[in-house]
């Protein structure tokens, strides 16, 4: 899964 | 994840159940703005599409349902339930919101930081989110005091977004390359706008008086 970190917050 | 997001997220999450729990029990939406809400619907559909496509943790996964279930029930019960719909003040509540969401589909288009679907859309939704408080806080300006119900529904609001400030505060600070201009122009200008709502609340609270928002 493209685990780009500017997605992981809600 | 750092205390700030933790606790920025507590209180959105706050604020949403403050707000359902009220109409639930109530069965009243008196003060509440259906646009803001309608405009959070589109917000969370918009931004969690990705809901499908990549998993981050059980967490991510079950916040995004709940947000997106609260706020499609909150704009259910006010649109559909037979007693709730009765309380909706719609003549006061008329702010054009779809003023709203073109410019913000137009400015997604014009910056983003990658040209796809899912990126365009995704920051369309933190652009629609930095403005879909203005349709309650108009509300609220006509219909001068706030129950408090409301008003806590605001404030928790503002403060979820004060406290993901402090997280990308944090996140600059020790995450390298942790940069991203959009969200934290669009998470500022949007915490900005309850500054002043902010204040009357603090002096109402202060004063022990009505929150009283000047016309």
């Known amino acids: 899964n493209n685990n780009d970190l500017t997605k992981d917050e809600l | ?215």
């Open chain 2, 1 to 215: 994840m750092n205390i700030f997001r933790l606790a920025g997220d507590m209180t959105h999450l706050a604020s949403v159940l403050v707000l359902l729990l009220k109409i639930h029990t109530i069965k009243s939406c008196a003060g509440v703005s259906l646009k803001t809400q309608e405009l959070y619907a589109i917000v969370f559909a918009t931004r969690y599409l990705d809901i499908f496509t990549s998993f981050y943790s059980i967490y991510n996964t079950l916040m995004k349902l709940i947000f997106l279930g609260s706020s499609f029930s909150i704009v259910w019960y006010m649109r559909y339930h037979k007693t709730v719909r009765r309380t909706y003040d719609r003549e006061q509540d008329t702010f054009r919101h779809w003023f709203l969401v073109l410019p913000c589909l137009l400015l997604a288009l014009l910056i983003h930081e990658k040209f796809t679907f899912l990126e365009v859309l995704w920051t369309f939704s933190l652009y629609l989110e930095a403005v879909a408080i203005l349709p309650q806080l108009v509300l609220l300006q006509r219909t001068r005091n706030i129950d408090n119900l409301t008003g806590q529904y605001v404030f928790l609001l503002g403060g979820y977004r004060g406290f993901y400030i402090l997280n990308w505060i944090y996140r600059y600070l020790t995450e390298p390359h942790f940069v991203h201009w959009i969200t934290w122009i669009a998470g500022l200008v949007q915490t900005l706008l309850y500054a002043d709502f902010f204040y009357y609340y603090f002096q109402s609270w202060k004063n022990n008086k009505k929150l009283q928002l000047p016309a």
